[in-house]
């Protein structure tokens, strides 16, 4: 069965309706690519899905739980344990070496420093970043910054990983390798990976897409790869 599934999600802000009624799921170990235009949709139905922002109608289910029904402090929890993330921009911290950005999830959730360090260095290696370990993200390239957020995204072990245009701030052969190494690791752990995306490129690495129109899901593309 499906691992996150959303039923007649509605949200709107003041009189802009962001989403209206919108049907979503994912399955373990399955890369969905959510495309379309700018202002359609896309990073609210990411936002809601993670359990970030509350929808106004509709239901999240996650697993057993019911997102939508739980409480705040319940759904950072949740977020922190179950959910990875990656950005445009990195949103790595400043003060932080590489190691460390990639080791913070790990600390934040009580694993012991060495503990954490030993873990984030085997994600920096596989992400093919272990160079920077030891730099600040100012003193990195975008194509490294980016690496170094994916490691942070999976260190943790999600089930779920939501990454919201990952290849922006790349240009397109470092993006196809993030990609790759992304839905790579996402397939080896059987986590399930929502991406969104205005890229035709980077749909390429899902095996289903959805395209977000006007706040609603207007087509669905199986079977790309
Ligand atoms: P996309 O990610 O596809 O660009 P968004 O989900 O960001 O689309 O936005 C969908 C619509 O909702 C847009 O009209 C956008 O301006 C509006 N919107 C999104 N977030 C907010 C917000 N926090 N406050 C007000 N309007 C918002
Ligand atoms: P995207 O690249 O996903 O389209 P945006 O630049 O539209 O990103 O939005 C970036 C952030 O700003 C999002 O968190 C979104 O919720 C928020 N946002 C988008 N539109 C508005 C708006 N009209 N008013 C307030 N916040 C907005």
Same mark, same amino acid.
């Given at each position: 069965?499906?691992?996150?599934?959303?039923?007649?999600?509605?949200?709107?802000?003041?009189?802009?309706?962001?989403?209206?009624?919108?049907?979503?799921?994912?399955?373990?170990?399955?890369?969905?690519?959510?495309?379309?235009?700018?202002?359609?949709?896309?990073?609210?139905?990411?936002?809601?899905?993670?359990?970030?922002?509350?929808?106004?109608?509709?239901?999240?289910?996650?697993?057993?739980?019911?997102?939508?029904?739980?409480?705040?402090?319940?759904?950072?929890?949740?977020?922190?344990?179950?959910?990875?993330?990656?950005?445009?921009?990195?949103?790595?911290?400043?003060?932080?070496?590489?190691?460390?950005?990639?080791?913070?999830?790990?600390?934040?959730?009580?694993?012991?420093?060495?503990?954490?360090?030993?873990?984030?260095?085997?994600?920096?290696?596989?992400? /093919?970043?272990? !160079? $920077?370990?030891?730099?600040?993200? %100012? @003193?990195?390239?975008? =194509?490294?910054?980016?690496?170094? #957020?994916?490691?942070?995204?999976?260190?943790?072990?999600?089930?779920?990983?939501?990454?919201? /245009?990952?290849? !922006? $701030?790349?240009?397109?052969?470092? %993006? @196809?390798?993030?990609? =790759?190494?992304?839905?790579?690791? #996402?397939?080896?752990?059987?986590?399930?990976?929502?991406?969104?995306?205005?890229?035709?490129?980077?749909?390429?690495?899902?095996?289903?897409?959805?395209?977000?129109?006007?706040?609603?899901?207007?087509?669905?593309?199986?079977?790309?790869?």
């Amino acid at each position: 069965g499906s691992l996150l599934a959303a039923e007649g999600l509605g949200k709107t802000y003041g009189a802009t309706p962001a989403l209206d009624g919108v049907e979503f799921s994912v399955h373990p170990g399955e890369v969905v690519a959510v495309m379309g235009p700018s202002g359609s949709g896309k990073s609210t139905l990411l936002h809601c899905l993670a359990g970030i922002v509350r929808p106004d109608t509709g239901t999240v289910r996650y697993g057993p739980h019911e997102l939508t029904a739980l409480s705040d402090a319940r759904r950072s929890a949740l977020r922190r344990s179950d959910f990875g993330f990656v950005f445009q921009f990195g949103q790595l911290v400043p003060e932080l070496t590489g190691l460390e950005n990639v080791a913070l999830p790990l600390r934040l959730n009580g694993t012991r420093r060495k503990e954490a360090e030993r873990q984030a260095r085997e994600w920096l290696e596989r992400l /093919e970043v272990d !160079g $920077a370990a030891g730099q600040r993200p %100012g @003193e990195i390239s975008g =194509g490294q910054g980016q690496r170094i #957020a994916v490691a942070r995204a999976l260190v943790t072990g999600p089930r779920v990983i939501f990454a919201d /245009e990952p290849t !922006g $701030a790349l240009d397109s052969l470092n %993006g @196809e390798r993030v990609l =790759g190494l992304l839905t790579g690791a #996402a397939r080896d752990t059987n986590a399930a990976v929502v991406l969104v995306t205005h890229e035709a490129r980077v749909a390429a690495y899902s095996d289903r897409e959805i395209v977000v129109r006007d706040g609603r899901v207007k087509d669905v593309l199986a079977g790309l790869r």
